[in-house]
């Protein structure tokens, strides 16, 4: 787990993180979390509709029906038409929504490059509408860049104090391309991501350390209490 200026971060595998400060908990796309959340979420945010990111079975497992506000697509929030929350607030890139003193911006996430000369990776097309987050919680400003290489709207992104980026290639940016996207979004602090579970391994995020200059990388271990 990393502490920021009093603002938790714990990191629960593949693309997951709990954000907790000041009472609120905040939740990232949850996925093949191990048990119940201790911790309820006051904020859940869903970047995307795979199997990997919208998991209705993890998403109950942190939201309480009476305090959960979800924040997602239209086609995630489609989906999850049968679980009670609180209330869902639909998004598409650039949209900024306000819960609970919290500001989520939500910023475009895609494809851009390819898998070999002649093939687009076909995974997250930019037309599809599919997000990352700027999440900004009692001062501090997290970038957590869903499933998406490093695209050019990074550059419009101010003040990040901390980057959540993937690392492994083959679906998202690899190693080698999310040192670009450090050097677009000029973050504090980088967190490597998107790895362990379905594609690459702790040697992406130890390539993606060994490389980046501009800012602090911290690798996290999965937690098991949340």
């Given at each position: 787990?990393?502490?920021?200026?009093?603002?938790?971060?714990?990191?629960?595998?593949?693309?997951?993180?709990?954000?907790?400060?000041?009472?609120?908990?905040?939740?990232?796309?949850?996925?093949?979390?191990?048990?119940?959340?201790?911790?309820?979420?006051?904020?859940?945010?869903?970047?995307?509709?795979?199997?990997?990111?919208?998991?209705?079975?993890?998403?109950?497992?942190?939201?309480?029906?009476?305090?959960?506000?979800?924040?997602?697509?239209?086609?995630?929030?489609?989906?999850?038409?049968?679980?009670?929350?609180?209330?869902?607030?639909?998004?598409?890139?650039?949209?900024?929504?306000?819960?609970?003193?919290?500001?989520?911006?939500?910023?475009?996430?895609?494809?851009?490059?390819?898998?070999?000369?002649?093939?687009?990776?076909?995974?997250?097309?930019?037309?599809?509408?599919?997000?990352?987050?700027?999440?900004?919680?009692?001062?501090?400003r997290?970038?957590?860049?869903?499933?998406?290489?490093?695209?050019?709207?990074?550059?419009?992104?101010?003040?990040?104090?901390?980057?959540?980026?993937?690392?492994?290639?083959?679906?998202?940016?690899t190693?080698?391309?999310?040192?670009?996207?450090?050097?677009?979004?000029?973050p504090?602090?980088?967190?490597?991501?998107?790895?362990?579970?379905?594609?690459?391994?702790?040697?992406?995020?130890?390539?993606?350390?060994?490389?980046?200059?501009?800012?602090?990388?911290?690798?996290?271990?999965?937690?098991?209490?949340?």
């Open positions: 787990m990393l502490e920021y200026k009093g603002v938790r971060i714990a990191w629960l595998g593949h693309d997951t993180f709990k954000i907790s400060s000041g009472g609120v908990i905040i939740y990232i796309d949850p996925y093949k979390l191990r048990k119940e959340a201790r911790d309820k979420a006051d904020l859940l945010l869903i970047s995307h509709e795979h199997f990997d990111h919208l998991s209705i079975e993890d998403a109950r497992k942190v939201i309480a029906a009476d305090k959960t506000t979800v924040v997602t697509t239209k086609s995630c929030a489609d989906s999850m038409g049968g679980v009670k929350v609180k209330e869902v607030k639909v998004v598409k890139p650039w949209d900024r929504v306000d819960v609970q003193g919290v500001s989520i911006e939500a910023v475009p996430a895609y494809n851009i490059n390819k898998i070999n000369p002649d093939t687009k990776k076909p995974f997250h097309p930019k037309d599809a509408g599919m997000v990352g987050f700027v999440i900004t919680v009692d001062g501090v997290i970038y957590h860049a869903g499933d998406s290489d490093a695209v050019e709207e990074l550059r419009n992104l101010s003040n990040i104090d901390v980057a959540l980026l993937p690392v492994s290639g083959t679906y998202v940016m190693a080698d391309e999310a040192v670009q996207a450090v050097g677009m979004v000029k504090k602090i980088a967190i490597p991501m998107h790895y362990g579970t379905i594609v690459g391994s702790q040697k992406d995020a130890e390539r993606f350390k060994s490389m980046v200059k501009e800012c602090d990388v911290h690798i996290l271990k999965p937690v098991d209490d949340y």
